[in-house]
């Protein structure tokens, strides 16, 4: 059912879902009960109800109206923490700091853009948000104090926070929220005293490119990012190695969504030579690479290509022990592209197996995500007990993806 064939009050009930209970939302919205009620049984709604109860459940009044549909599968703290996020990135740009703000030092702030990264790279996504609201300010902040002509550092942490904020947003959906704070996050960059801050933006800005299906601007971007930062290897630093590595490796993911094969040959060889220079995986400037990331993005780029046999071969060469040492978002990744291989394949109760592990082990992370809904889709319409268990978890009927469609156990927005 279509989000706008609702009626408004609904919709309400939708958006508040089975966790917030009708006196819970008067309480929130220091409205009447009896105002509440009249507004679900589409009996009576003010402008000025609607716009509280819209704030209450972090969302536009559009998205009530049926204007607009709301994001699927994200709960009330993910609306929340968008609003927030996209205040406290509008809000900074502006200059409109808080007033009491409690200023950090340089030190202090890296601890913090550490401590985001750690909940991004785990799919904790809103609270590596929520975690960037006041980083953002505190950032800006410190550059406010710093004496002309040695703001480089500072302005430094500001790009990254700004980045946080575009790759958070990017990745919920929030496409408009994710391009202001990449562009933030550039001029910020361009004036760091940082060499790999620029290439960093860059490679950013790809990616949201890549989400919003812009494919030649994400490979131009990705190839620039990459060439800007390419280390000489003899003198590299691990952490110059772990950059560039990364950047090359995103790179031949765009080339193949481009099905540019010999691209991705290029650029996958040198994904593995950096690799294999590292020895091991590194983290740094809130990414991660080595071999084992190497190989497990091979995988994807295979599925990406339509190379199943290719992609199930290099999963098999991949032990299971070994990623151990990814990410818990990478080993989750890697999961649904061994997932989406097996459903190539036809190797469907593989498939379904493998995607209901991942989506168990990590619930949070596969709210934010469409490829589990693409495998459920490639696996077909047979009406079996695991296609409906999976099927339940990321909020979609067995074989069905045709529109909106809320669960009846938590609400999946």
Same mark, same amino acid.
């Given at each position: 059912?279509?989000?706008?064939?609702?009626?408004?009050?609904?919709?309400?009930?939708?958006?508040?879902?089975?966790?917030?209970?009708?006196?819970?939302?008067?309480?929130?919205?220091?409205?009447? #009960? =009896?105002? !509440?009620?009249?507004?679900?049984?589409?009996?009576?709604?003010?402008?000025?109800?609607?716009?509280?109860? &819209?704030?209450?459940?972090?969302?536009?009044?559009?998205?009530?109206?049926?204007?607009?549909?709301?994001?699927?599968?994200?709960?009330?703290?993910?609306?929340?923490?968008?609003?927030?996020?996209?205040?406290?990135?509008?809000?900074?740009?502006?200059?409109?700091?808080?007033?009491?703000?409690?200023?950090?030092?340089?030190?202090?702030?890296?601890?913090? !853009?550490?401590?985001?990264? *750690?909940?991004?790279?785990?799919?904790?996504?809103?609270?590596?948000?929520?975690? @960037?609201?006041?980083?953002?300010?505190?950032? *800006?902040?410190?550059?406010?104090?710093?004496?002309?002509?040695?703001?480089?550092?500072?302005?430094?942490?500001?790009?990254?926070?700004?980045?946080?904020?575009?790759?958070?947003?990017?990745?919920?959906?929030?496409?408009?929220?994710?391009?202001?704070?990449?562009?933030?996050?550039?001029?910020?960059?361009?004036?760091?005293?940082?060499?790999?801050?620029?290439?960093?933006?860059?490679?950013?800005?790809?990616?949201?490119?890549?989400?919003? &299906?812009?494919?030649?601007?994400?490979?131009?971007?990705?190839?620039? =990012?990459?060439?800007?930062?390419?280390?000489?290897?003899?003198?590299?630093?691990?952490?110059?190695?772990?950059?560039?590595?990364?950047?090359?490796?995103?790179?031949? @993911?765009?080339?193949?969504?481009?099905?540019?094969?010999?691209?991705?040959?290029?650029?996958?060889?040198?994904?593995?030579?950096?690799?294999?220079?590292?020895?091991?995986?590194?983290?740094?400037?809130?990414?991660?690479?080595?071999?084992?990331?190497?190989?497990?993005?091979?995988?994807?780029? &295979?599925?990406?290509?339509?190379?199943?046999?290719?992609?199930?071969?290099?999963?098999?060469?991949?032990?299971?022990?070994?990623?151990?040492?990814?990410?818990?978002? =990478?080993?989750?990744?890697?999961?649904?592209?061994?997932?989406?291989?097996?459903?190539?394949?036809?190797?469907?109760? &593989?498939?379904?197996?493998?995607?209901?592990?991942?989506?168990?082990? =990590?619930?949070?992370?596969?709210?934010?995500?469409?490829?589990?809904?693409?495998?459920?889709?490639?696996?077909?319409?047979?009406?079996?007990?695991?296609?409906?268990? @999976?099927?339940?978890?990321?909020?979609?009927?067995?074989?069905?993806?045709?529109?909106?469609?809320?669960?009846?156990?938590?609400?999946? #927005?």
């Amino acid at each position: 059912m279509q989000w706008s064939s609702y009626t408004t009050g609904e919709r309400i009930k939708i958006l508040r879902g089975n966790d917030i209970h009708q006196t819970h939302l008067a309480e929130m919205t220091s409205l009447a #009960l =009896a105002t !509440i009620q009249a507004a679900e049984q589409d009996k009576r709604l003010s402008l000025s109800t609607l716009m509280k109860i &819209a704030d209450a459940l972090g969302v536009d009044t559009s998205v009530i109206l049926g204007q607009q549909a709301p994001r699927r599968m994200m709960y009330l703290p993910d609306r929340t923490m968008l609003r927030n996020l996209s205040q406290a990135v509008h809000d900074t740009a502006a200059g409109m700091l808080p007033e009491a703000i409690e200023v950090e030092d340089e030190a202090g702030l890296r601890g913090a !853009i550490d401590r985001c990264w *750690a909940s991004y790279w785990q799919g904790q996504y809103t609270e590596a948000g929520s975690l @960037v609201v006041p980083l953002l300010p505190q950032a *800006a902040a410190n550059l406010r104090g710093q004496a002309a002509g040695e703001q480089g550092e500072a302005w430094g942490l500001l790009a990254d926070a700004y980045r946080i904020a575009a790759y958070v947003a990017n990745l919920m959906g929030a496409r408009d929220l994710a391009y202001a704070a990449i562009g933030h996050a550039q001029l910020a960059a361009e004036r760091s005293d940082d060499e790999l801050q620029p290439a960093l933006v860059n490679s950013g800005r790809a990616w949201v490119y890549l989400r919003d &299906a812009r494919l030649g601007d994400a490979l131009k971007l990705a190839e620039k =990012a990459a060439v800007e930062i390419e280390p000489r290897f003899s003198r590299a630093t691990p952490e110059q190695l772990t950059v560039y590595g990364s950047h090359i490796n995103f790179a031949a @993911v765009v080339a193949s969504r481009m099905k540019n094969k010999e691209l991705v040959k290029d650029y996958l060889s040198q994904s593995n030579a950096t690799g294999a220079r590292m020895g091991g995986e590194h983290r740094a400037r809130g990414t991660l690479f080595g071999p084992v990331t190497a190989d497990t993005q091979a995988v994807g780029i &295979a599925v990406a290509l339509g190379q199943t046999g290719k992609a199930l071969d290099l999963i098999r060469g991949i032990p299971d022990a070994s990623l151990n040492v990814l990410t818990k978002a =990478a080993r989750n990744r890697f999961a649904m592209d061994k997932a989406l291989a097996q459903a190539d394949a036809k190797l469907y109760d &593989a498939s379904l197996e493998t995607l209901e592990a991942a989506l168990i082990n =990590a619930p949070v992370w596969a709210r934010h995500q469409a490829l589990p809904g693409v495998i459920v889709q490639k696996v077909g319409r047979a009406s079996t007990t695991r296609l409906r268990r @999976v099927s339940a978890l990321i909020g979609v009927r067995s074989g069905v993806d045709s529109g909106y469609a809320p669960t009846t156990t938590k609400t999946a #927005l």
